[in-house]
């Protein structure tokens, strides 16, 4: 198989991404690049891949073939002659610390506050002093504007709250890429602004990141490059004026008629 | 009844507490490791945790007791009784608490473990930092009910020589020809110490609300 060689200065290079799910194959042969310092947003019908696409640049899905590249470094496989190696525990975490996930689910540790969410890898990866450890963790929640709740438990916060929180931790390792998957989708409508915002600010200070979102909106608004997947492919690429633009692309008309159908009915 | 009787009675009170509190302490630690070897893919570490809590849910702790007591010896570790009791107690709660763990950590959802994950936290510092407090937390009920459970089963331990509370009753009924005080007395005893664990469980549980109402 001859692959595309990783584009230079790439955050993150995705090249012949194949996964299956036993004898489902849920993406065929992606190829992909982050550019670093630029928002890239993947959409797509439901069940089009989005979601296994960005656990498999985490490495929280194994690709059943393929490669992912973080700032030219192989995370989790590297093909030799004789085949695909798996690199070591360690190696992986090292290549990894580079990346900070944000869950739909928020995913916070609900036996730590706000605080203790953000300082733990601070004090048990990073082994700084409680007191170092904590004042990075306030200085996160003050980005995101929750100073003021860094003593709450998760089940004390509303869920927009919770996911400002759960941004606070990923920044507070200081990932060169932030991947996010539908920061937004398990919020109440008016909820989803506060995340956004935030989303907003990081990537005008520079965050190279990849979202997966139902925010078309914010896919044309913010978003350097956009790939529309279907079907496990990515079907169309570029900037928003050039995906967006018309005449569309049948599958992505169809796509955008069913997601603003969907709009429509939450307002009827 | 005679004070001298009824300060027997507490001392050996003492003994019934020290060993249920060893036992599931202790049962504790070796309820996790097997818990932990059970949900292990590698099948040479499942295997052998699902035999040891087969093994010590399935035959009653009496005869896990006298076998401890008497096997030791012949392959010559000699044992005082007490050491026996509480070995035998640990072993029997610690295959209890290993089932009940089991499913605690089942329930620890899988994205906060991924989380964790992308954090950078080895699989040990997920272990201790993240599963461990939740599934804890989630099975907290039963393990107070488990620690109830086994200061009952701690009036088994005579049978190796270990006088508790349960023993030193019988001994006094039988030389003071007055059973029923002496019982009444035992069991009293025995709630108190209930209402002590309960109360323990539900301080625990407070700490343990992270924020709940
Ligand atoms: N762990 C899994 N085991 C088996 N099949 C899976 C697994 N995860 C995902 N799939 C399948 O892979 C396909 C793509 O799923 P994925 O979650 O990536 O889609 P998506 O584009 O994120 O969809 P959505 O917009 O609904 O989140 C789906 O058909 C899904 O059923
Ligand atoms: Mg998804």
Redesign the pocket.
């Known amino acids: 198989m001859t692959t595309a060689a990783a584009t230079v200065g790439a955050a993150l290079s995705v090249r012949g991404l194949v996964k299956r799910?036993?004898d489902?194959e849920?993406l065929s042969g992606i190829d992909l690049d982050v550019p670093a310092g630029a928002v890239t947003c993947l959409v797509?019908?439901?069940?089009?891949?989005?979601?296994?696409?960005l656990r498999c640049m985490a490495f929280l899905e194994e690709a059943s073939a393929g490669t992912v590249l973080v700032g030219g470094e192989p995370l989790g496989f590297v093909d030799t002659p004789e085949g695909r190696r798996r690199l070591p525990a360690a190696r992986i975490r090292a290549v990894r610390s580079g990346i900070g996930m944000v869950f739909q689910q928020f995913n916070l540790w609900p036996h730590m506050t706000a605080l203790g969410n953000v300082a733990a890898a601070l004090r048990v990866v990073r082994r700084l002093e409680r007191a170092e450890a904590e004042a990075r963790a306030m200085a996160q929640l003050r980005t995101v504007g929750l100073e003021g709740r860094a003593g709450h438990y998760p089940s004390q916060l509303s869920g927009g709250q919770q996911q400002r929180v759960a941004i606070a931790r990923a920044l507070a390792l200081e990932p060169r890429l932030m991947l996010f998957d539908?920061p937004t989708s398990s919020l109440d409508p008016e909820l989803t602004g506060e995340v956004l915002n935030v989303m907003r600010r990081l990537a005008a200070d520079g965050m190279t990141m990849v979202v997966?979102s139902h925010e078309i909106g914010f896919a044309a608004s913010v978003g350097q490059q956009v790939a529309f997947?279907d079907g496990g492919r990515i079907l169309l690429r570029g900037t928003p004026q050039e995906v967006f633009r018309k005449p569309r692309h049948p599958r992505l008309d169809q796509f955008l008629d069913t997601y603003l159908d969907r709009g429509a009915a939450m307002l009827v | 009844m005679n004070p001298a009787l009824f300060r027997l009675l507490v001392e050996a009170t003492g003994y019934t507490v020290a060993l249920s509190a060893v036992s599931i302490v202790a049962g504790l630690a070796v309820g996790l490791a097997v818990a932990t070897a059970m949900l292990s893919r590698r099948r040479a570490l499942s295997m052998p945790a699902r035999a040891f809590v087969s093994f010590f849910r399935g035959v009653p702790l009496l005869v896990q007791l006298l076998l401890i007591y008497n096997l030791l010896p012949s392959v010559g570790i000699d044992l005082p009784g007490i050491v026996a009791a509480a070995i035998g107690l640990t072993l029997c709660t610690a295959a209890y608490q290993a089932e009940t763990l089991r499913g605690g950590f089942a329930g620890v959802p899988r994205g906060l473990v991924e989380a964790a994950d992308m954090v950078g936290l080895t699989p040990v510092q997920l272990f201790w930092r993240i599963r461990v407090p939740i599934a804890v937390k989630l099975t907290l009920p039963s393990l107070v009910s488990e620690a109830i459970m086994i200061l009952k089963a701690s009036s088994l331990v005579s049978v190796v020589g270990v006088v508790e509370l349960t023993r030193m009753a019988q001994d006094l009924a039988a030389s003071t020809y007055r059973p029923l005080p002496i019982y009444a007395t035992a069991g009293a005893l025995y709630i108190a110490v209930d209402w002590g664990i309960a109360g323990l469980g539900h301080a625990l549980e407070r700490r343990s609300r992270w924020g709940r109402a």
């Open positions: 799910f036993g489902h849920v797509g019908p439901s069940g089009s891949g989005k979601s296994t696409l539908e997966v997947l």
